[in-house]
């Protein structure tokens, strides 16, 4: 009788280690899935920025600067559950504007353009990679809540499901080639 009682607690206190251990490491891919996030929304601000500053620096024509100053504005002051929609449309609008290399050149020849030529280059290229990072995240995570022991015993908590973040981020063919 007391052999029984003693390797029931000893299968309960291994099955109960292996769900805290579960459990972490959801906590762990949660935090992991928080941090790509912010560097995902980081990513954004600044490409949003970036665009705002080449609308609004004279060197494009008109129509152009309208179109990226307003596609940028709308990524910027857009809410959650639309902002996938309006960094697409900024994504759209910036290879609208940018898919003729005389654009580019246009910008690159203008005083300071070189560097702001760079950084637009830079932020396009690091949105992707960011949203990569973070989809790869949520992936993980989703995978583990599958499972049936963390569906039972709860080990999410009230976390919400993690959602992934689509959007089209193709950058621009001339920004996106620039060393």
Avoid: C
Wanted: proline letters at 4%.
């Amino acid at each position: 009788m007391i052999e029984t009682l003693v390797w029931t607690a000893l299968a309960l206190g291994v099955i109960g280690v292996y769900l805290s251990w579960t459990a972490g490491r959801l906590d762990r891919l949660h935090s992991r899935m928080d941090a790509a996030r912010a560097a995902l929304d980081a990513q954004l601000v600044r490409r949003a920025s970036v665009v705002l500053e080449v609308a609004t620096s004279g060197v494009l024509d008109p129509a152009s600067s309208i179109v990226l100053y307003e596609a940028a504005h709308g990524a910027r002051q857009a809410e959650e559950e639309h902002r996938e929609v309006a960094e697409s449309e900024l994504s759209q609008a910036l290879r609208a504007v940018f898919s003729d290399a005389a654009q580019v050149e246009a910008l690159k020849a203008a005083p300071g353009g070189e560097a702001a030529a760079e950084e637009l280059a830079a932020s396009v290229r690091r949105v992707p990679m960011a949203r990569r990072f973070h989809n790869d995240a949520v992936r993980a995570a989703r995978a583990l809540r599958r499972h049936r022991k963390v569906r039972w015993f709860r080990l999410a908590g009230h976390a919400p499901f993690p959602l992934a973040f689509e959007m089209d981020d193709e950058p621009p063919v001339d920004l996106a080639d620039r060393p």
